[in-house]
């Protein structure tokens, strides 16, 4: 890692007015970056070598931060629905102190509103990339990746919730991602198909790219490639569901966190993906006989709007990426030996389902922590009157509610109090030895792992304690 002079509005104008100062000028020093406001801010920059060029990053207080930062090649013309691709290197400084756009989703008319995946605005199919925040002397650091949710077609790595500034400073490096959406990032047709190889799965494939890339990176942003997390919420935790029977996966990560998305997905085979696909096409008066080349003329928007398409179609047997679906392999025994956090916020229905998947994964020897979130802020108890709902938690396990737009509003002391105790729980089992069978966090409290004979499971609510799990029912309005 290296620390570069600030970047600065200069040197643009230097370009356009002279292009020979610059090349002058460029021979010794790094180039300078600004932000256009009323008055320029000037960036501290930092600066780090990956295997394919030089990221330039920002410091923000104790951590370094580096948006944009891309792990597979655009998947646009005919690489879509292909396999995630190689980056091309660069030649160069390659600024990373600016999001990219999302991955193409549908959002509201007007540009300032978000979709109910927090995405606004612009998108763009060219959408694979990645952020880093780590701490700015790391070394050895835990690291966590993380998938977004938001019903596999909403959502995007950079959003508020997922800021990782507060991990960082406890000594943790997040890697969020985006990833292909609906039927971008799940579609199987016969046209495809004929070319071989893996098909249908493109989200998880960005997945295990991602993976690959932090296997290959995260040293360089002082962190520990044999130490990382896959961690996810809603429909992000179910592709880490999915992650722990993927065979392409193995080895790329040591634990695994499950928010909210405890499903174990029977798959679909690859024929009755096919036949739902050409279906779905029919209604945009596509043909049955549309060729490969034809089908990645379809803009992006037209998959996002139309509710037969937006979706995608799930979890594909392709028999080349997805040999098994996840339900098998889970029944089996046969996934990733690895330790899990699973569960959800008792405003949401699904506990049920998180101790089912934390008996599933227990049965294969490393330990599984289940969770229940049961706090709500007071400036959300009249929109949440039976606890929080889905999504809740994600501004708490963060640590994020200075960023979060879910925290709009008055937030506490309590709030905030709550919000270090829980992600302290997190970033224990980050740090944890694979081996360990309890965790210490929220203050001291001692979190047992379940499995047989220890049906426990912590409660997240105005007083953070273990108890039992069977104690607890699925969601509002249930009884068990």
Sequence with gaps: MRINCAWSIAALVATMASPAVLAEESAGAAPEFVRILPVDEVIDTVSVEVETGVLVGERRGDAIVFKGVPYAAPPTGSFRWKAPQPVAPWVGDRAAVSYEPPCPQPVPVYAAVPNQGGVAGVQSEDCLYLEVYAPAKAEKAP??????????????GHLGSYVGTSNAAKGIITVPINYRLGALGTFAHPALSEGGGPTGNFAMMDAVAALEWVASNIEAFGGDPENVTIAGQSAGGVMVVNLLTLSSARGLFDKAVIQSGAYVSPGTMLEDAEEKTVKALGAINVPEDVTAEQLRTISAQTFS???????????????????????????????????????????????????????????TGAPVWLYRFDYTPEFRKKAWPSGPIHSAELMFTFDSMDTSG??????????????????????????????????????????????????????????????????????PGTDE
């Design 143 to 156: 690291v966590v990746v993380w998938l977004h949710g938001g019903a596999a077609f909403l959502g995007a």
């Design 406 to 475: 879910w925290a709009a509003g008055d937030i506490s002391d309590a709030d905030r109090a709550m919000a270090a105790q829980v992600s302290s729980c997190w970033v224990a089992f980050y740090k944890m030895p694979v081996d360990a069978t309890s965790l210490s966090c929220a203050g001291g409290v001692e979190w047992p792992a379940y499995g047989p004979g220890a049906n426990t499971v912590m409660n997240f609510g105005s007083v953070i304690e273990v108890g039992e799990a069977d104690a607890h029912p699925d969601g």
């Design 305 to 363: 709007y139309n509710p037969g398409l937006r979706g995608g179609f799930g979890t594909i047997l392709d028999g080349v990426f997805f040999t098994q679906s996840p339900k098998s392999v889970l029944e089996g025994g046969q996934e990733a030996d690895v330790p899990v956090l699973v569960g959800t916020n008792s405003g949401e229905g699904g506990f049920r389902a998180a101790k089912k998947l934390a008996e599933q994964v227990s049965d």
